[in-house]
């Protein structure tokens, strides 16, 4: 069974700062895909980035961007010029590639952009 | 698109009644997830459909949950009766398709945030 752990419960920066999320995962898939997905006070679940895991090169979407370290089972996740309105819950997922779709989520972060 | 549409937002019920939550996934998707987040647990998925049939259902804690599918622009999870334990946020996603080897975002609902007392 794959596991997801973020080790940090809760986070805050300053605006405008970078802010680096951290996130590990355990399987014994070689192919599969993460993501990081952000819930803020609203509650609705939304996907920031998503990762296969048999290309090298680390996504980026605008101000965010992963650090994908396949051996080490490690995906952080970058906020540059970090927003009020990034401030959410942040939750980083596993997916393994074919059969189920899956989702398993690890326990979040809760990020805050202080003003 | 509205988007996939849950309801209520929220429900406050008492031990043992019946709670019955609704989802409906975006026009076109053939796939429906239903996941629960709680404090303890996190996120988890409950139950997935594919084309209206129950594809995996491992994740539903206990008989006292039931979730079904009619047709492909509703679903229901129900719960009876209802425990204080299961107060939680209940949320639905729906997907384009759930072959394998596709990738294929699941869009997720607003939720319904269930309380038992």
């Known amino acids: 069974a794959q596991t997801v752990t973020q080790s940090q419960p809760e986070m805050s920066v300053q605006e405008a700062e970078t802010v680096t999320l951290s996130c590990t995962y355990d399987t014994s898939e070689s192919n599969y895909y993460l993501f990081w997905y952000k819930q803020p006070p609203s509650r609705q679940m939304i996907l920031v980035i998503r990762q296969e895991a048999y290309k090298q090169q680390n996504a980026t979407e605008n101000r965010f961007s992963v650090n994908f370290q396949k051996a080490a089972k490690s995906f952080s996740l970058k906020i540059s010029d970090s927003q009020l309105g990034d401030t959410a819950m942040y939750f980083c997922?596993?997916?393994?590639?074919?059969?189920?779709?899956?989702?398993?989520f690890g326990q979040g972060t809760r990020l805050t952009i202080n003003p | 698109d509205a988007g996939v549409i849950q309801s209520p937002r929220h429900e406050v019920t008492e031990m043992g009644q019946e709670v019955t939550l609704r989802c409906k996934p975006i026009s076109g998707h053939n796939s429906l997830f239903w996941y629960r987040q709680t404090m303890m647990r996190g996120l988890e998925l409950l139950i997935y459909f594919n084309n209206n049939v129950p594809i995996d259902d491992s994740g539903m804690p206990e008989d006292r949950f039931s979730a079904k599918m009619p047709n492909a622009s509703f679903s229901t999870l129900k719960i009876q009766p209802s425990e204080p334990r299961d107060s939680a946020v209940y949320f639905c996603?729906?997907?384009?398709?759930?072959?394998?080897?596709?990738?294929?975002?699941?869009?997720f609902g607003p939720g319904t945030r269930l309380t038992v007392l």
């Open positions: 997922a596993f997916m393994k590639h074919g059969g189920a779709q899956k989702l398993v």
């Open positions: 996603a729906s997907s384009l398709d759930s072959r394998p080897n596709s990738y294929n975002e699941q869009f």
